[in-house]
């Protein structure tokens, strides 16, 4: 060349910059995005504007020698990569700000700069319109120059290489003691989208993402595939049966799918561990109150220290809650259950049935296990009952006897999906209390047993008395209640009188008739839970 090189530099700059050809144009793939993402540190960080990382292509990648000139020659579209202190050996005029200018005019996709990186030298490449790019300062600069290399060269094999380092970040990450949390986190800076994981529920368990995303992640049902929503492409992954791993951007590529893989098969092993430990504790758990409720006789120290070990107090007062799911699992109930405790701070103990779920929660505030189902109940259909608060675990298995006769009662009289109380049961307690004798049978049969008989398969008569005590003996009300004539209910009230012999205008027979009708409920409960082998003797 002559004096002054093609493109501009004078040739006394050439001692910085060795003679490069400007090519206009050129076809390439790689931006300083996949860079990034696939070729520099993970802690690399874009110091200028995002927008031009994304469009910015690299043909190629040109490290600071170690004599002069300080670059092999420049065609334009590559990536440089400096470290000042070197620079500076080499002439003293290389400051960050002049490599900024000199490189710009070269045109170079961008600077790598090993530190930190001032703001007036930020300032300057955005000025002049060149990204600028600080890594570690403990950057090895031969390595980077390798993996950008190999990524222009062979963009699949550097994917690879890329993708198992990922997989070892993740796991380390585990280790560590990151959790679930840990693997989104770093899913989503080294692909730079939106991360979530769920739940095998649906339930949101951790993201890293912000704005749209965020909602979209609220609103996605993470079904394996691909979904569009609020403008975002959101790829989906499910973990087995142990939840799903959603990433979302506006685009996605190769990368993008091949970090999402190895998310999950991290994650796979971890929900795997979570799902173990659950078990193993549940079990022990389950153990425990099974312990209580059999009635065995057990050292009270040593059982209370096996508590204490699983975080319960026996020494608290305590409250059987039985619930039964109405659409979901038991195990979703489980599930349900297990996050409102540790939302309120509550240790209770659980036992997983066939048909649902025993709690024993704890006293604390009067009215607070009734609160406790309320909000459950918020979250999955279920209906239940819950018992008087017992001081010992010895009074334990009387307190569930009470629970699952609140549920068995409370579903007759208000019906799935009620919440009922022993305490609120009324009279019902009083002939609970009396299930077993002969007494109340002997009464029940006296008063109602002929007119049950009569009545066969059609319940007409049993439904009359029903209406008529509901309208608190008003005849015109409970005809409207019935949806029959007034003449019609006054002539089954006669009939009903006739079969059975008690006078329904008298008021003492009609309290008879409504104690009769309550102990008919609660011993068609008792029968049918003993054919059922469901009721448990006293």
């Given at each position: 060349?002559?004096?002054?090189?093609?493109?501009?530099?004078?040739?006394?700059?050439?001692?910085?910059?060795?003679?490069?050809?400007?090519?206009?144009?050129?076809?390439?793939?790689?931006?300083?995005?996949?860079?990034?993402?696939?070729?520099?540190?993970?802690?690399?960080?874009?110091?200028?504007?995002?927008?031009?990382?994304?469009?910015?292509?690299?043909?190629?990648?040109?490290?600071?020698?170690?004599?002069?000139?300080?670059?092999?020659?420049?065609?334009?579209?590559?990536?440089?990569l400096v470290v000042p202190a070197q620079a500076l050996q080499l002439d003293e005029r290389l400051t960050l700000l002049?490599?900024?200018?000199?490189?710009?005019?070269?045109?170079?996709?961008g600077i790598a700069v090993t530190g930190l990186i001032s703001d007036d030298v930020v300032e300057r490449a955005e000025?002049?319109?060149?990204?600028?790019?600080?890594?570690?300062?403990?950057?090895?600069?031969?390595?980077?120059?390798?993996?950008?290399?190999?990524?222009?060269?062979?963009?699949?094999?550097?994917?690879?290489?890329?993708?198992?380092?990922?997989?070892?970040?993740?796991?380390?990450?585990?280790?560590?003691?990151?959790?679930?949390?840990?693997?989104?986190?770093?899913?989503?800076?080294?692909?730079?989208?939106?991360?979530?994981?769920?739940?095998?529920?649906?339930?949101?368990?951790?993201?890293?993402?912000?704005?749209?995303?965020?909602?979209?992640?609220?609103?996605?049902?993470?079904?394996?595939?691909?979904?569009?929503?609020?403008?975002?492409?959101?790829?989906?992954?499910?973990?087995?049966?142990?939840?799903?791993?959603?990433?979302?951007?506006?685009?996605?590529?190769?990368?993008?799918?091949?970090?999402?893989?190895?998310?999950?098969?991290?994650?796979?092993?971890?929900?795997?561990?979570?799902?173990?430990?659950?078990?193993?504790?549940?079990?022990?758990?389950?153990?425990?109150?099974?312990?209580?409720l059999s009635g065995a006789q057990v050292d009270p120290q040593s059982l209370q220290a096996q508590a204490a070990e699983?975080?319960?107090?026996?020494?608290?007062?305590?409250?059987?809650?039985?619930?039964?799911?109405?659409?979901?699992?038991?195990?979703?109930?489980?599930?349900?259950?297990?996050?409102?405790?540790?939302?309120?701070?509550?240790?209770?103990?659980?036992?997983?049935?066939?048909?649902?779920?025993?709690?024993?929660?704890?006293?604390?505030?009067?009215?607070?296990?009734?609160?406790?189902?309320?909000?459950?109940?918020?979250?999955?259909?279920?209906?239940?009952?819950?018992?008087?608060?017992?001081?010992?675990?010895?009074?334990?298995?009387?307190?569930?006897?009470?629970?699952?006769?609140?549920?068995?009662?409370?579903?007759?009289?208000?019906?799935?999906?009620?919440?009922?109380?022993?305490?609120?049961?009324?009279?019902?307690?009083?002939?609970?209390?009396?299930?077993?004798?002969?007494?109340?049978?002997?009464?029940?049969?006296?008063?109602?047993?002929?007119?049950?008989?009569?009545?066969?398969?059609?319940?007409?008569?049993?439904?009359?008395?029903?209406?008529?005590?509901?309208?608190?003996?008003?005849?015109?009300?409970?005809?409207?209640?019935?949806?029959?004539?007034?003449?019609?209910?006054?002539?089954?009230?006669?009939?009903?009188?006739?079969?059975?012999?008690?006078?329904?205008?008298?008021?003492?027979?009609?309290?008879?008739?409504?104690?009769?009708?309550?102990?008919?409920?609660?011993?068609?409960?008792?029968?049918?839970?003993?054919?059922?082998?469901?009721?448990?003797?006293?």
């Amino acid at each position: 060349m002559g004096t002054e090189a093609r493109g501009g530099v004078s040739g006394g700059d050439r001692a910085i910059i060795a003679d490069y050809e400007f090519v206009p144009t050129w076809v390439m793939l790689t931006t300083i995005r996949d860079l990034q993402r696939l070729a520099l540190p993970p802690s690399s960080v874009l110091r200028t504007d995002e927008h031009g990382g994304s469009i910015t292509q690299v043909r190629g990648v040109a490290s600071l020698r170690s004599t002069l000139p300080a670059f092999p020659p420049l065609h334009g579209g590559e990536l440089a990569l400096v470290v000042p202190a070197q620079a500076l050996q080499l002439d003293e005029r290389l400051t960050l700000l002049q490599l900024v200018e000199r490189l710009a005019d070269v045109r170079v996709a961008g600077i790598a700069v090993t530190g930190l990186i001032s703001d007036d030298v930020v300032e300057r490449a955005e000025r002049k319109g060149i990204v600028l790019l600080e890594l570690p300062a403990d950057a090895d600069l031969r390595l980077i120059e390798r993996d950008i290399q190999r990524l222009l060269s062979d963009p699949e094999l550097q994917i690879e290489r890329r993708a198992a380092q990922l997989y070892s970040e993740l796991t380390q990450a585990l280790v560590g003691g990151g959790g679930v949390r840990s693997v989104v986190v770093v899913l989503g800076e080294r692909t730079g989208q939106n991360v979530a994981c769920y739940s095998a529920s649906g339930r949101l368990r951790a993201e890293y993402g912000h704005g749209t995303a965020r909602a979209a992640f609220q609103l996605l049902r993470p079904t394996e595939g691909e979904h569009q929503l609020l403008g975002l492409r959101v790829l989906v992954r499910t973990i087995g049966a142990l939840g799903g791993l959603a990433l979302a951007g506006t685009s996605l590529d190769s990368w993008d799918t091949v970090a999402l893989q190895q998310g999950v098969a991290a994650l796979a092993l971890e929900l795997s561990k979570e799902q173990a430990v659950k078990a193993a504790e549940s079990r022990v758990r389950g153990d425990l109150l099974r312990t209580i409720l059999s009635g065995a006789q057990v050292d009270p120290q040593s059982l209370q220290a096996q508590a204490a070990e699983l975080g319960f107090d026996l020494q608290r007062p305590h409250i059987a809650l039985v619930c039964e799911p109405t659409t979901e699992t038991p195990e979703v109930l489980l599930n349900h259950t297990q996050r409102l405790l540790k939302r309120r701070q509550l240790a209770a103990p659980l036992l997983l049935r066939e048909e649902g779920l025993v709690a024993f929660c704890p006293v604390k505030e009067p009215h607070q296990p009734h609160a406790l189902l309320a909000e459950l109940q918020d979250t999955v259909a279920l209906t239940a009952g819950s018992s008087s608060a017992v001081p010992g675990p010895h009074q334990w298995p009387q307190a569930l006897d009470q629970a699952e006769q609140a549920l068995a009662l409370g579903s007759q009289l208000f019906g799935v999906g009620s919440i009922t109380a022993f305490a609120d049961l009324g009279v019902y307690r009083l002939l609970l209390a009396q299930r077993d004798t002969t007494d109340l049978w002997r009464f029940y049969e006296e008063t109602l047993g002929t007119l049950v008989e009569h009545d066969g398969t059609s319940g007409e008569l049993m439904m009359t008395l029903e209406g008529y005590f509901a309208e608190l003996g008003n005849v015109s009300r409970a005809a409207e209640r019935l949806h029959i004539h007034r003449n019609t209910l006054i002539y089954r009230l006669q009939r009903i009188s006739d079969i059975t012999g008690i006078d329904w205008k008298h008021a003492e027979d009609q309290l008879a008739l409504q104690l009769a009708l309550k102990a008919h409920r609660v011993l068609k409960l008792i029968d049918d839970g003993r054919r059922n082998g469901t009721v448990r003797g006293r």
